[in-house]
């Protein structure tokens, strides 16, 4: 990988952690740089993070694995951690690792909803037994998500939409990608598939899509904050200011 596309990578992990409301740590950039740079190994990585750390292997699925632990704000983990702070760290460790590890993985299908499940339990596999499953609950955050006996019916007809769109790749014009990504987005969040973790398998997917059309997203020149305000309108069917956001980082490859 180029040096010019590995500072792209870590663009990205840097603004899904400010969409998080924190920082990417120097060591995890650091680590995350060496697997793109191929000198490291992610999967080596995970596993020297939970031998460092002391994180128990034993896990007992005695819990509802889609929810969190009774009496905490955790979602039920395989180290067992019922305290915030620290899964937040792990969780932040382990997703960081396994998105620059997805960034070297060659696509082996289209850009389809059985896609989107694999980046989600790539992502956050290593932490959440409920890793690409798809939630059986409602769901809402700020806004309501699709209720969960209608997320398979809706991923088949959006995702066969946007096959049926070619994936984007026929759309010369930018302004016309811009409504047609914001459209995407947009309802892939709505759809809320998952239990958590939701946009950042959304933002993976559809980062590696604009890239597959000879275009790629800035996200070094985004604000975090206008990407938020921007997606939950998007969620409620106003695409507008989404439109907008993604006009500003689009650019085209040489």
Known sequence: MKDSQVQDCIDYIKFTMELEGSQLDSHVEETARGILEGSLSADEEVSRYITDHGLGTNYEAGYDEMEKYPGTKCLVNYFNIRDKAELRQCEHFFVNIRTAQLFLMPMESEFTFS???????????????????????????????????????YSQELFSRLSRDNYLRNIEDDADFANDLAFYMGEAEALHPFRDGNGRAVRFFFNRLVSR??????????????????????????????????????????
């Open 115 to 153: 896609y989107l499940v694999f980046v989600h339990s790539h992502l956050f596999g290593d932490i959440y037994p409920s890793a690409g499953v798809l939630r059986t609950k409602d769901a809402s955050k700020r806004k309501d998500f699709c209720r969960p006996q209608y997320i398979e019916r």
């Open 213 to 254: 059309t000879g275009r790629k997203l800035h996200w070094a020149g985004c604000d975090a904050d206008r990407m938020l305000e921007a997606s939950i309108a998007a969620i409620d069917g106003d695409y507008q200011a989404l439109v907008n956001v993604l006009e500003d980082m689009l650019v085209k490859r040489d």
